[in-house]
């Protein structure tokens, strides 16, 4: 088993950056792709960024530019840095991660097993 749990979440004002956390415990040593999510009031949960063991990422249109995903192995914790946060981008962020590599379905939260509780972000403008 694995465990998630997001850390960093908060409220900022439009323009400014954030960067979120997700520690990961229990069986990691298997884990191969990991990902971002988030959900909206009101809207279905869609991928934000993943990240392969190897390094490779993938990003949402929608944050293409503005978002870096990394990953620590050391230290078993996943990174979301966001600039020029908007309104739009608010939302509750989650993690998530699972043992089959990204490929091409990455951003697709149904392919993946483990998740966190999430972590909010608020966006004024």
């Known amino acids: 088993q694995v465990q998630l749990v997001e850390s960093g979440g908060g409220s900022v004002q439009t323009g400014e950056s954030l960067r979120i956390s997700c520690a990961a415990s229990g069986s990691t040593y298997n884990l191969n792709c990991m990902g971002w999510f988030r959900q909206a009031p009101g809207k279905e949960r869609e991928g934000v960024a993943s990240i392969g063991r190897g390094g490779e990422t993938t990003y949402a249109t929608s944050v293409k530019g503005r978002v870096t995903v990394s990953r620590d192995t050391s230290k078993n914790t996943l990174y979301l840095q966001m600039n020029n946060l908007r309104p739009a981008d608010t939302a509750i962020y989650y993690c998530?991660?699972?043992?089959?590599?990204?490929?091409?379905?990455?951003?697709?939260?149904?392919?993946?097993?483990?998740w966190g509780r999430g972590t909010q972000v608020t966006v004024s403008s």
């Open positions: 998530a991660a699972r043992t089959r590599a990204c490929g091409w379905t990455g951003l697709m939260p149904a392919n993946y097993i483990y």
